[in-house]
């Protein structure tokens, strides 16, 4: 039987290449960060501590981390690349950046970036034994019985013989330190719940794609050069 497996949601993975002393700095930075924390009730310590919620959401205003969003720019033009959008018609906005630190078992939740075209998480310190990150399918065109692929009792009675990426309800992939994953803003992810950190550190940023010229285009946000505030 010949098989299409269509509609793909694409997620990539690739590595940045900074030197040690840079990214040594930049976990420095990142840890005063949680030290000096703006919101310190909002972090449960079930939760990673999340920059963006104690007040350290604009990284890219921090010319410490410069070179590095010179270096994840070129993997957001690679990624553009592989979807076969033109980048040369559209501006790229960082529009906020955070750090994330876990340690132990802190995990962040499953969520999604919803005011964004583009998000990543790049990881600046990890160890094979650090939480993956998990993207889940909120379409799941193949699951013919709703619910099946993630029923506890049909899991049990193995209704479903094996998963793979035909028939599940999420999937995990595992970063090394230094790789950087980008995909869509609006797919849900949360890291994995039941891992042990060993201190992970990651970097954040949601991204929008605003087009250079608005001209006889309807979709697409109109150059920010063309608002304006009332
Ligand atoms: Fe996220």
Redesign the pocket.
């Known amino acids: 039987m010949k098989v299409y497996n269509i509609f793909p949601l694409t997620i990539c993975q690739s590595k940045i290449d900074i030197e040690d002393k840079e990214k040594s700095n930049l976990i420095s930075l990142i840890k005063e960060m949680k030290a000096s924390s703006k919101n310190i009730d909002y972090y449960n310590k079930i939760g990673s501590w999340t920059g963006d919620t104690q007040g350290f959401e604009n990284l890219h205003h921090n010319s410490e981390f410069n070179n590095l969003f010179g270096e994840i720019k070129k993997k957001l033009i690679e990624y553009l690349d592989v979807l076969n959008i033109d980048q040369e018609q559209l501006d790229i906005y960082i529009q906020r950046s955070w750090a994330t630190i876990s340690e132990g078992k802190e995990h962040?939740d499953r969520?999604s970036?919803l005011q964004s075209h583009i998000?990543f998480a790049y990881y600046l310190k990890k160890s094979k034994e650090d939480s993956k990150i998990i993207f889940y399918d909120d379409k799941r065109h193949n699951e013919l019985i709703p619910g099946l692929f993630e029923s506890p009792t049909a899991n049990k009675r193995k209704i479903m013989k094996k998963f793979n990426v035909q028939n599940s309800a999420s999937i995990s992939i595992d970063p090394e330190e230094d790789d950087i994953i980008i995909f869509p803003s609006k797919t849900p992810?949360s890291t994995q719940p039941n891992a042990v950190n060993n201190q992970r550190i990651s970097i954040?940023a949601d991204i929008s794609l605003i087009a250079k010229d608005s001209k006889l285009l309807e979709h697409l946000t109109p150059p920010i050069k063309n608002w304006i505030k009332i």
């Open positions: 962040i969520h970036h998000s992810h954040s």
